[in-house]
């Protein structure tokens, strides 16, 4: 069909159309009050550059290309339906008034083979998409329902918009034929005007219904995506990657979020932007070890459990006269996900690095887990290295004067208020470092290294307390500010300008949480560090041996802050053979399973993250496997001991290599 | 137990120095700790004993906690860690730093304050990790002539009215049933339940409750004894001796044909030894299949 409708058409036409739009805004409106209940959080600043990342984000496609082929299936139903939904606003208005909608585009030639062959692209990509769900099934594809409708929906569409467009051309006897329209005028030759105008009409009206009808199931699905995500990609995060958003710890009311209004409104929006594509999975320590724990369920369970709290609160009525927050349980969020489940997360932030759509799982995790201590307390051995923290400072429940023990024996010049000589650079150890034997050997081979390249650098006095890192990833804020305030001070009182650091956890920590509670420290990595001797020349490395390397990502030194490279090039210069990466490396990295807490947190269930990842390095057949974090250290070390016939490869810090390699 | 007016629990509570950290005691019986920072812990009985209220008090429902403590100011914190972790009231008994006390000079500190309040039951922790005399408890109930229970490992409320039903400890793993009226006093070993961890939001809004609403009582020590705060006072203490190993030697009971033959033979009747190699799951594999074996495990 083509052109204005009859009277009658019109009013089933406007009927259609209103109801479409009807459904589509009711639940839209709904769930805009729904976000709207949660607590506010700054989101609208910088709104240029905001603006700028939405836009390269949404039609440049840059993290849906992360994945070539389903990237490039996305790309073409994309910008398909960018085209033909002017098309399609153009088949309604012209129904309506006869006259085109926007003339100078939907008019134009050029538009109409765009659309057209914008269209067969759509097909291929369905087709494509079909084969992928349901013939290769990859292990993070969820065959849903909605997922098989939505398919369809897009397949028929496509359909009866290419039908109506050759039926109406053949009509026309134009003989500007755009290809897919060339190839249905061949399938149609055999039909007369009639039948042609019929089958134009039939695949008009199906068009049009399915268009209102797809319009309205969008957001009650996970299509919801397609109107979310470009205001998800505005909303983003401009934090350092590592800085949680901190809460006030002087509050009479439990922290982190209870009920789901307690979610930040951002927080909020991220479950409707849940596209459900599973690539959160695939590098989930958590989920891949079979524990209870996966990020797009945390997702589809919170987007689910904040509906249906809300139905449940509409069912009461207003009128019952229980405020609406009586009515949801007191840890609602928790509730929805499972808490054990909550508790299964390290924080290790594969999840985030791999959603396109920018869902902050981590931070949601944390707000969960801020509630639950705070309201329920936690599991014997976390509320032992809590109490660690409190007490003592260090997670390890040790004695600080093992500390101050430690330090002393490293042999190093003292960090000291007013001592009129201002060292270059000052270690900040950390409590691995301090108590863990595995730990210490790292620092004290970089004590050693940083001896010969002469580096003027001074050593704290072991009075400072662990950097909070862990309280805060178990949602200890409290806690966790309280050991920033005592550092911050203690190394201001102590004139401190710049800070080494051999773990990822502190690194991060001093560098990107420090600062917005007043303690700005410039701080470097050892890797880094390292490197930097290194290439000044002030340290020499000797490629003694031959021996094999395979270098560990640490989660909190590589996805949290981009720092890669520097430990891979001193490790290059360290030995005349091959440095192997596992087959999950970088940003795709498999974490240690000993972060976000999850060193004290005793976990039952599924296989050890550790014996996993270290079972990746073993099949690389290397004599060594070398990391830039205590925990990963220690993690690694104790897989590499849990096999009976010894360790086939050793595990040392990258510190280490260098001290046994370096010119002396 | 439903009672018709508003049960009164009082718990006793007393800040420690965390003995759990290497710890020097000198002579006269003081506590050193060689830490950067000094660290004070609620004794872990009488944290167990408030855990425990918590616990009744939600069985109840209408239940006050009030937490008191006898020590000088730094004290209070133990207060600040019961309010947090759920003391409706609190009483400080505010004494001089350096004064030192007895167990009966506290209990009778504890009773003076004590005699003023109503109450249905007291809690205290059945011994503290510093002085471990174990005796606040008992001499409070004396001085307070209420029927106590010492050493509880367990705790219900009985079937009938105002009654309390307590498991106590006794030696070599042997457990005591005791049924009590109200009002009581009952000393909690702390293996009674798990405190819960306390997050130091709860602890700071504790501290600043405390500091608008608990009260604080100045010792007067001419109003208990005029003799001073101690009838007596510790001479001193002397490490642990080192356990001598044990040595086998025949058994009075055997019968001297069986001692020649032991003492002839060398030592005692050999063990058999099974020895198992193996990867960690095999050896558990094989312990398990041994305790299953030897009747241990079933």
Request: proline share 6%; net charge neutral.
């Given at each position: 069909?083509?052109?204005?409708?009859?009277?009658?058409?019109?009013?089933?036409?406007?009927?259609?159309?209103?109801?479409?739009?009807?459904?589509?805004?009711?639940?839209?409106?709904?769930?805009?009050?729904?976000?709207?209940?949660?607590?506010?959080?700054?989101?609208?600043?910088?709104?240029?550059?905001?603006?700028?990342?939405?836009?390269?984000?949404?039609?440049?496609?840059?993290?849906?290309?992360?994945?070539?082929?389903?990237?490039?299936?996305?790309?073409?139903?994309?910008?398909?339906?960018?085209?033909?939904?002017?098309?399609?606003?153009?088949?309604?208005?012209?129904?309506?008034?006869?006259?085109?909608?926007?003339?100078?585009?939907?008019?134009?030639?050029?538009?109409?083979?765009?659309?057209?062959?914008?269209?067969?692209?759509?097909?291929?990509?369905?087709?494509?998409?079909?084969?992928?769900?349901?013939?290769?099934?990859?292990?993070?594809?969820?065959?849903?329902?909605?997922?098989?409708?939505?398919?369809?929906?897009?397949?028929?569409?496509?359909?009866?918009?290419?039908?109506?467009?050759?039926?109406?051309?053949?009509?026309?006897?134009?003989?500007?034929?755009?290809?897919?329209?060339?190839?249905?005028?061949?399938?149609?030759?055999?039909?007369?005007?009639?039948?042609?105008?019929?089958?134009?009409?039939?695949?008009?009206?199906?068009?049009?219904?399915?268009?209102?009808?797809?319009?309205?199931?969008?957001?009650?699905?996970?299509?919801?995506?397609?109107?979310?995500?470009?205001?998800?990609?505005?909303?983003?995060?401009?934090?350092?990657?590592?800085?949680?958003?901190?809460?006030?710890?002087?509050?009479?009311?439990?922290?982190?979020?209870?009920?789901?209004?307690?979610?930040?409104?951002?927080?909020?929006?991220?479950?409707?932007?849940?596209?459900?594509?599973?690539?959160?999975?695939?590098?989930?320590?958590?989920?891949?070890?079979?524990?209870?724990?996966?990020?797009?369920?945390?997702?589809?369970?919170?987007?689910?459990?904040?509906?249906?709290?809300?139905?449940?609160?509409?069912?009461?009525?207003?009128?019952?006269?229980?405020?609406?927050?009586?009515?949801?349980?007191?840890?609602?969020?928790?509730?929805?996900?499972?808490?054990?489940?909550?508790?299964?997360?390290?924080?290790?932030?594969?999840?985030?690095?791999?959603?396109?759509?920018?869902?902050?799982?981590?931070?949601?995790?944390?707000?969960?887990?801020?509630?639950?201590?705070?309201?329920?307390?936690?599991?014997?051995?976390?509320?032992?290295?809590?109490?660690?923290?409190?007490?003592?400072?260090?997670?390890?429940?040790?004695?600080?004067?093992?500390?101050?023990?430690?330090?002393?024996?490293?042999?190093?010049?003292?960090?000291?208020?007013?001592?009129?000589?201002?060292?270059?650079?000052?270690?900040?150890?950390?409590?691995?470092?301090?108590?863990?034997?595995?730990?210490?050997?790292?620092?004290?081979?970089?004590?050693?290294?940083?001896?010969?390249?002469?580096?003027?650098?001074?050593?704290?006095?072991?009075?400072?307390?662990?950097?909070?890192?862990?309280?805060?990833?178990?949602?200890?804020?409290?806690?966790?500010?309280?050991?920033?305030?005592?550092?911050?001070?203690?190394?201001?009182?102590?004139?401190?300008?710049?800070?080494?650091?051999?773990?990822?956890?502190?690194?991060?920590?001093?560098?990107?949480?420090?600062?917005?509670?007043?303690?700005?420290?410039?701080?470097?990595?050892?890797?880094?560090?390292?490197?930097?001797?290194?290439?000044?020349?002030?340290?020499?490395?000797?490629?003694?041996?031959?021996?094999?390397?395979?270098?560990?990502?640490?989660?909190?030194?590589?996805?949290?802050?981009?720092?890669?490279?520097?430990?891979?090039?001193?490790?290059?210069?360290?030995t005349k053979g091959a440095i192997r990466d596992p087959a999950r490396t970088r940003e795709r990295s498999l974490c240690c399973g000993g972060g976000g807490g999850q060193m004290y947190l005793e976990s039952a269930a599924g296989v050890r993250a550790n014996r996993l990842r270290f079972a990746e390095v073993e099949e690389l057949a290397v004599s060594t496997l070398v990391t830039a974090c205590p925990f990963c250290k220690i993690m690694m070390d104790d897989a590499a001991r849990y096999n009976s016939e010894g360790p086939k490869v050793r595990v040392k810090d990258i510190a280490e290599i260098v001290a046994e390699t370096m010119a002396v | 137990m439903r009672v018709q007016r508003r049960m009164e629990i009082l718990v006793c509570v007393k800040l420690i120095l965390d003995t759990r950290l290497p710890v020097q005691v000198t002579e006269q019986g003081t506590v050193i700790q060689g830490e950067p920072w000094p660290v004070y812990v609620l004794n872990p009985a009488d944290r167990a004993a408030l855990e425990e209220a918590v616990r009744l008090r939600n069985e109840v429902g209408d239940c006050r906690i009030t937490a008191i403590t006898v020590g000088p100011a730094r004290a209070g914190v133990a207060l600040a860690y019961c309010v947090a972790r759920g003391a409706d009231n609190t009483v400080h008994l505010i004494t001089d730093e350096l004064v030192q006390m007895d167990s009966f000079y506290v209990a009778r500190v504890l009773g003076a304050e004590i005699r003023k309040r109503e109450f249905d039951l007291i809690m205290c922790g059945n011994n503290t990790e510093d002085n471990s005399s174990g005796e606040v408890g008992p001499f409070l109930a004396e001085l307070l002539d209420l029927p106590q229970v010492t050493n509880v490992v367990k705790l219900n409320f009985g079937s009938r009215e105002r009654k309390l039903v307590a498991e106590r400890k006794l030696e070599r793993g042997y457990r005591q049933l005791v049924e009590t009226g109200l009002p009581a006093l009952l000393t909690l070993d702390s293996s009674i339940c798990q405190p819960r961890y306390v997050t130091v939001r709860a602890a700071r809004y504790g501290a600043k409750r405390l500091a608008e609403t608990g009260t604080i009582v100045r010792v007067q020590d001419s109003s208990l004894n005029s003799s001073g705060p101690s009838l007596r006072s510790v001479v001193s203490v002397s490490p642990p001796r080192p356990r001598p190993k044990k040595i086998a030697q025949p058994d009075a009971g055997m019968s001297p044909a069986e001692r020649m033959a032991m003492l002839m033979s060398g030592a005692m009747p050999t063990k058999s030894s099974q020895r198992t190699t193996g990867g960690p799951e095999s050896l558990a594999d094989d312990m398990i299949a041994f305790l299953k074996e030897k009747g241990l495990l079933t």
């Open positions: 069909m083509d052109g204005q409708l009859m009277p009658l058409g019109k009013v089933v036409l406007a009927v259609v159309l209103l109801l479409g739009t009807g459904v589509f805004a009711d639940r839209v409106f709904r769930i805009l009050r729904l976000v709207g209940a949660g607590r506010p959080e700054d989101r609208l600043d910088h709104f240029w550059t905001r603006l700028a990342y939405a836009i390269a984000y949404t039609f440049g496609q840059s993290t849906v290309f992360k994945n070539r082929v389903t990237g490039t299936a996305h790309l073409a139903i994309f910008y398909g339906f960018l085209v033909i939904s002017v098309g399609t606003t153009n088949l309604i208005w012209r129904a309506f008034s006869g006259d085109s909608f926007l003339p100078f585009i939907t008019e134009s030639p050029y538009f109409i083979w765009l659309q057209d062959v914008l269209a067969i692209l759509v097909i291929v990509a369905v087709i494509v998409n079909a084969y992928r769900r349901y013939v290769l099934r990859p292990a993070e594809v969820h065959n849903s329902l909605g997922a098989a409708l939505v398919l369809t929906l897009i397949f028929l569409l496509m359909v009866t918009l290419l039908t109506n467009e050759a039926a109406g051309q053949k009509l026309a006897s134009s003989p500007n034929f755009p290809p897919a329209g060339a190839l249905l005028s061949v399938a149609l030759a055999g039909l007369d005007r009639d039948h042609l105008a019929a089958l134009g009409s039939g695949a008009w009206w199906a068009h049009i219904l399915l268009v209102l009808g797809f319009l309205a199931y969008v957001p009650y699905s996970k299509h919801m995506h397609l109107m979310v995500c470009p205001f998800n990609q505005f909303l983003r995060s401009l934090r350092p990657k590592g800085d949680l958003l901190p809460a006030l710890a002087d509050s009479p009311e439990p922290l982190g979020a209870g009920r789901f209004d307690q979610l930040s409104w951002k927080q909020l929006v991220d479950l409707f932007a849940c596209t459900e594509c599973g690539r959160c999975l695939q590098f989930c320590p958590a989920h891949i070890t079979g524990r209870p724990m996966a990020p797009r369920q945390m997702i589809l369970d919170m987007r689910r459990g904040l509906l249906a709290q809300h139905k449940k609160e509409k069912s009461a009525g207003p009128g019952s006269g229980t405020p609406a927050g009586n009515l949801s349980p007191k840890a609602a969020v928790a509730d929805a996900v499972g808490r054990e489940a909550i508790w299964f997360c390290t924080t290790c932030r594969a999840c985030q690095e791999h959603c396109p759509v920018f869902i902050e799982h981590v931070d949601k995790v944390v707000e969960a887990r801020r509630f639950l201590l705070d309201t329920e307390g936690a599991s014997p051995s976390l509320s032992k290295a809590l109490e660690g923290l409190t007490l003592l400072g260090n997670p390890q429940m040790l004695p600080p004067s093992e500390r101050v023990d430690f330090m002393e024996k490293l042999n190093a010049p003292l960090a000291m208020a007013a001592a009129g000589h201002e060292h270059e650079i000052v270690l900040w150890t950390g409590c691995a470092a301090a108590y863990e034997p595995a730990a210490q050997d790292a620092i004290k081979a970089l004590v050693k290294v940083l001896q010969t390249a002469r580096v003027d650098f001074a050593v704290l006095d072991g009075t400072e307390k662990c950097c909070g890192d862990p309280a805060r990833r178990t949602g200890e804020e409290g806690l966790f500010q309280e050991l920033a305030r005592y550092n911050i001070e203690k190394l201001q009182h102590l004139g401190v300008k710049k800070l080494l650091t051999s773990c990822p956890h502190c690194y991060n920590t001093l560098k990107n949480e420090y600062p917005r509670f007043g303690g700005v420290f410039s701080v470097i990595h050892h890797s880094e560090f390292i490197l930097g001797l290194v290439e000044n020349g002030q340290l020499e490395l000797n490629r003694l041996s031959e021996q094999s390397i395979s270098y560990h990502d640490p989660c909190y030194l590589g996805r949290y802050n981009d720092v890669y490279e520097a430990p891979r090039e001193v490790l290059r210069r360290t | -």
